[in-house]
Antibody, heavy 121, light 110 residues
Framework: QLQLQESGPGLVKPSETLSLTCSVS??????????WGWIRQPPGKGLEWIGN???????YYNPSLKSRVTISVETSKNQFSLRLNSVTAADTAVYYC?????????????WGQGTLVTVSS | QSALTQPASLSGSPGQSITISCTGT?????????VSWYQQHPGKAPKLMIY???NRPSGVSDRFSGSKSGNAASLTISGLQAEDEADYYC??????????FGTGTKVTVL
C-alpha cells in the first residue's frame, strides 16, 4: 500500500525558500501508475493546489504560484520535493503531499499526514 | 483562478439527507466531468470521497453521491451519520491544466 510522508523545516524566514520532501513507500517514484503532487492549507482556511509531477518529469503548477514553485523527483531516494521561493506570511500553511492514479484526474487519492510550515522572522 | 463557491455551513439530523453545492465557471466545472469531493475531519488529511463527478473510490459508503449540471456540481450525503460531521471540499480540473478547490462546507450533524 502506497504511503507518503512529508518532511522539512517547520519555520522559514520571510523572503527565503521553503523546501519540503515527500518520502514514498510501497511503490517506486518512477512508476508510471501515479502522479505526485503538493496541496496546502493555511490555518483555518481552505485547500489550495500547488502543483504535480509525473515520473517522466512533466510538471503542472497553480498559475498563481507558478513563478515561485518547483516540484522535482529524486529517484535515488524515492522522494519528490517542493521548493517555494520568496515566501511571505501568506505562505504559512499545512503542506500535504499526495499521489493519484495516473488513470484518474484529481489532486490526490492518497495523502500524507501534512506538515505545518510557518513563515516568520 | 477563483475558488469554487460552496455554502459555508450546512446541518442535518441523523438519518436525513443533505446536499452540498459547488459553483464554478465554464472554465472549470463546466468544461470537464472532472469534479472530485473531499472529506476532512479536524486535524486530518483530506479523504477522496467522489471523483469524476459521481464515482466512489473503493471503501467509500454508497451514502455519498455526486452529480453535475452545467457549471455546478453537488454532493449528497444520505442517511446522515455522526461520523459524517466534517469539512467538505469540491475540486475541479480547469482549462489552465490545474486544479481549483471549493471554499469548503462545514457539515454539522445535529
Amino acid at each position: 500500500q502506497l504511503q507518503l510522508q512529508e518532511s522539512g523545516p517547520g519555520l522559514v524566514k520571510p523572503s527565503e525558500t521553503l523546501s519540503l520532501t515527500c518520502s514514498v513507500s510501497g511503490d517506486s517514484i518512477t512508476s508510471s501508475n501515479y502522479w505526485w503532487g503538493w496541496i496546502r492549507q493555511p490555518p483555518g482556511k481552505g485547500l489550495e493546489w500547488i502543483g504535480n509531477i509525473y515520473y517522466s518529469g512533466a510538471t503542472y503548477y497553480n498559475p498563481s504560484l507558478k513563478s515561485r514553485v518547483t516540484i522535482s523527483v529524486e529517484t535515488s531516494k524515492n522522494q519528490f520535493s517542493l521548493r517555494l521561493n520568496s515566501v511571505t506570511a501568506a505562505d504559512t500553511a499545512v503542506y500535504y503531499c499526495a499521489s493519484h492514479d495516473a488513470a484518474v484526474v484529481n489532486p490526490g487519492d492518497n495523502w500524507g499526514q501534512g506538515t505545518l510550515v510557518t513563515v516568520s522572522s | 483562478q477563483s475558488a469554487l463557491t460552496q455554502p459555508a455551513s450546512l446541518s442535518g439530523s441523523p438519518g436525513q439527507s443533505i446536499t452540498i453545492s459547488c459553483t464554478g465557471t465554464s472554465s472549470d466545472v463546466g468544461s470537464y466531468n472532472l469534479v472530485s469531493w473531499y472529506q476532512q475531519h479536524p486535524g486530518k488529511a483530506p479523504k477522496l470521497m467522489i471523483y469524476d463527478v459521481s464515482n466512489r473510490p473503493s471503501g467509500v459508503s454508497d451514502r455519498f453521491s455526486g452529480s453535475k449540471s452545467g457549471n455546478a456540481a453537488s454532493l449528497t450525503i444520505s442517511g446522515l451519520q455522526a461520523e459524517d460531521e466534517a469539512d467538505y471540499y469540491c475540486c475541479s480540473y480547469t482549462r489552465s491544466i490545474s486544479y481549483v478547490f471549493g471554499t469548503g462546507t462545514k457539515v454539522t450533524v445535529l
